[in-house]
């Protein structure tokens, strides 16, 4: 059986990639970061010019119908070229929302979303049904915030605090910084670049106050990603859909294009008809951006040890250079067609085991381009690190693998 995109698809693709390729994005990302969001916001009225959020969105709403095939194939680009923004939260939103006219402001550009996730909704709710207001029942807030379980959200506030490797940080008010990655703690995990082998990080850390509340307790509810850029904030909890009427501080994420921010204000909104589908299409596009993210950090790092040399020869020659790079090209590859094949059915243990595949593919070939880039790949100065904050960001977005990896083994549909 062949699995290819057909041409048109290829051909949105392509067209992506080459408006990517114009934009610099790497410049938009770091002005982005600083929270100067004007040439952000231009590339985002482009791609939604492209027709990209008009994918996951009814034709009541200006949409051409929820297409995951070409989302999937959209979001590998933005991946590939480091897009900044609340992409998969917007995409999200259009499915939870009940009211065309909100959601057609998302597909024309004009407004973008964030969407903190703690859980998803029972499937006996029924969608237009509004959620529960009772205690707990909304949205993690800056006081009185329900603690959420770890792996339910992405990246966490970069506090200066390490957490165990592999535990995502949002939701709890600490960051794991990831093995090997600019800033990282040296007692990570032991075998990791920069890591300190003779003290491996065993015990868990004490988080800290909210820094921008002193002698608070530190935030333990969902983080939603650049809330200070969205127009509108939306909690996703096991209690329901919950609009909120602003934000918090901003918040530094270990990937510095990821600003983060606690939500205030919670009022409960009905669920729209394509809700069921929001949690599955999020998690698929959040692997496709690591996909794409995943093939930037090979080319770039393929490119750096062709020219790269060591005893007269490119390092690139060197046999344990090759197994590093064909490694990750094999992880790489054996994802995309568990992401498009997820694209076709959006069946949730599917989609979860795509996002498990991609996301540990991603930050496989993060972790072999770092070390293959040697001491440069640690500076902020250098390109490189805008992917490979990223990849470890997403690895947690949306579901960890280890939520996925219990998704899959769970599913009532096995084949094995």
């Known amino acids: ?15 992506l990639d080459a408006m990517l390729s114009r934009a610099d994005t790497p410049a938009v990302v770091r002005e982005w970061s600083r929270g100067e969001h004007a040439v952000g916001r231009a590339l985002w009225a482009r791609l939604a010019g492209a027709g990209v959020f008009s994918l996951a969105a009814g034709e009541e709403a200006g949409g051409v119908g929820v297409r995951p095939v070409e989302l999937a194939l959209a979001f590998v ?36 979303a964030t969407v903190a996730h703690t859980g998803t909704p029972p499937a006996d709710t029924g969608a237009g049904t509004g959620p529960g207001t009772g205690a707990g029942a909304g949205p993690g807030t800056r006081t ?14 970069c506090t200066g605090v390490g957490t165990r490797p592999g535990t995502p940080g949002d939701g709890t008010g600490t960051a794991d910084t990831g093995p090997g990655t600019p800033g990282a703690n040296p007692d990570t995990e032991p075998g990791t670049p920069g ?13 800290r106050a909210n820094p921008d509340t002193p002698g608070t307790e530190p935030h333990t509810g969902p983080y939603a990603l650049d809330g200070d850029a969205a127009g509108l904030w939306l909690a996703l909890t096991p209690a329901g859909l919950f609009r909120c009427s602003g934000h918090g501080p901003v918040r ?45 950090l090979l080319d770039r790092t393929v490119e750096h040890v062709r020219r790269r040399t060591q005893f007269g020869v490119p390092v690139g020659s060197f046999q344990a250079v090759k197994h590093r790079l064909a490694d990750a090209e094999v992880a790489l590859a054996f994802a995309r067609p568990l992401v498009l094949g997820a694209a076709l059915t959006l069946a949730p243990a599917e989609v979860a085991a795509a996002k498990a595949a991609a996301c540990e593919a991603a930050y496989a070939t993060a972790r072999t381009a770092l070390q293959l880039h040697g001491a440069i790949g640690y500076t902020a100065e250098c390109d490189l690190s805008l992917w490979l904050t990223k990849a470890r960001a997403l690895r947690t977005a949306w579901g960890s693998p280890e939520e996925c990896r219990a998704a899959v083994l769970g599913a009532g549909d096995r084949r094995w």
Do not use: Y
């Not at 009185?144 to 506030?157: I, L």
């Open 252 to 296: 530094r994420s270990l990937d510095l294009a990821r600003r983060l921010t606690a939500l205030e204000g919670p009022e409960p909104l009905p669920l729209g008809p394509s809700a069921a589908r929001a949690v599955p299409l999020a998690r698929l596009v959040t692997a496709a951006q690591a996909l794409g993210v995943g093939q930037a």
């Open 144 to 157: 009185g915030a329900p603690r959420t379980e770890p792996g339910t959200s992405g990246d966490g506030p």
């Open 77 to 112: 680009e933005l991946g590939r070229h480091a897009v900044p923004g609340p992409l998969v939260e917007t995409v999200t939103a259009a499915l939870l929302l009940p009211d065309a006219k909100l959601t057609e402001r998302l597909v024309t550009g004009e407004t973008m």
């Open 1 to 15: 059986m062949r699995f290819l995109p057909d041409r048109e698809q290829r051909a949105f693709a392509a067209s």
């Open 195 to 207: 890591a300190n082998p003779g003290t491996p990080n065993t015990e868990p850390r004490t988080p």
